[in-house]
């Protein structure tokens, strides 16, 4: 009953460095994100995508790229890490739905990234 | 352009009290879903009901219950006889009702600390 996985849970990058995060959900859901969470400012749309193939941008995608090969994952890349990087980040997925869009996402458990 | 208001950063009470989370949205969409989730000491999300704007019957579900009032934009949550594990960061999100992909706005989420 894996749901959303995240890897890694945890990491400590320098500026500069580049990293992936993994995102890889079992549901066979059509719509995958990327959020970030920082103190004060709750979760913010990095990226998303609506299919295999397909990705589009959120509210703060400025410094990270994401691909969608596979339907099952949704990676993000950091180029080149920053110390404004430092967050949590959760990915989230959810089914296409038909007429209704009920907007229940699925999260994962996050992922720690600290920048130094 | 829409918008979650979650006013109450943090919010203490003992045990056993009643708490009351507050959530003010604004949207211009005439139909949409409103969303709470919760995010444990532990990190992941857990979502916890979704209410769409046609219906503002209340909802209880244990000790939890949710008043949906469309006239003042506002959708709370009330935690009665709290208990220690109720301690969380609670989050509010709005969702339009235009079908596909989510573009769900959350609020800047409620810290709530249940004391023994």
């Known amino acids: 009953n894996a749901g959303v996985t995240q890897t890694p849970k945890f990491r400590v990058l320098k500026t500069g460095q580049s990293m992936t995060l993994l995102c890889a959900q079992d549901m066979n859901h059509e719509y995958m994100y990327w959020y970030r969470q920082d103190p004060g400012m709750g979760l913010r749309l990095i990226h998303y995508s609506v299919g295999e193939g397909t990705t589009a941008k959120g509210e703060v995608p400025d410094g990270y790229n994401v691909s969608r090969l596979k339907k099952q994952n949704f990676l993000l890349g950091l180029e080149s890490a920053a110390p404004s990087q430092t967050s949590v980040y959760f990915c989230a997925s959810s089914p296409r739905t038909s007429g209704a869009n009920t907007g229940e996402l699925f999260f994962g458990e996050g992922s720690r990234l600290t920048v130094l | 352009a829409q918008k979650v208001t979650q006013a109450q950063t943090e919010i203490s009470v003992v045990e056993k009290e009643d708490v009351t989370l507050d959530c003010v949205y604004e949207?211009?969409?005439?139909?949409?879903?409103l969303f709470w989730y919760k995010q444990p000491p532990s990190g992941e999300l857990v979502f916890l009901i979704r209410r769409n704007s046609f219906d503002e019957q209340n909802e209880i579900s244990g000790r939890y219950s949710w008043n949906f009032q469309k006239s003042t934009s506002s959708f709370n949550f009330t935690i009665t006889a709290s208990q220690v594990v109720d301690s969380a960061v609670y989050f509010c999100?709005?969702?339009?009702?235009?079908?596909?992909?989510?573009?769900?706005?959350f609020g800047i989420g409620t810290k709530l600390q249940v004391i023994p």
């Open positions: 999100a709005l969702n339009p009702y235009s079908g596909g992909y989510q573009k769900v706005t």
């Open positions: 949207t211009r969409d005439t139909t949409y879903y």
